[in-house]
């Protein structure tokens, strides 16, 4: 699952970073398990989680191990349809040809 659309016009490790908390739902991620999951050195994760907790579209938690969340506003509902014109053939097109 991806984050909703509104929060893909961010940069790429941004967007890649919510896509990997949306996929992994109520568990969250360690910043470990977010780095090998983000094709992006640690210093770009590292100022991506920075810039997404300073949108409040993450949030981090400590209790035994550090574990970032995404924010709800963030993950789209999983009833909800698939409006998104990018999620359709013509998106499919534009990605592909790198539009």
Not at 4 to 11: M, T
Request: net charge negative; proline share 7%; hydrophobic share 40%.
């Amino acid at each position: 699952m991806a984050a909703k659309p509104e929060y893909r016009d961010r940069p790429d490790v941004e967007v890649a970073l919510l896509d990997a908390l949306v996929d992994r739902g109520d568990d969250g991620m360690t910043v470990l398990e977010l780095r090998a999951a983000v094709d992006a050195d640690i210093d770009a994760v590292e100022e991506a989680l920075s810039s997404l907790k300073a949108d409040s579209l993450i949030t981090v938690q400590s209790a035994e191990r550090v574990r970032v969340y995404p924010h709800d506003r963030v993950v789209p509902d999983p009833d909800a349809p698939d409006d998104d014109p990018a999620n359709g053939f013509v998106g499919t097109i534009r990605e592909r040809l790198g539009l």
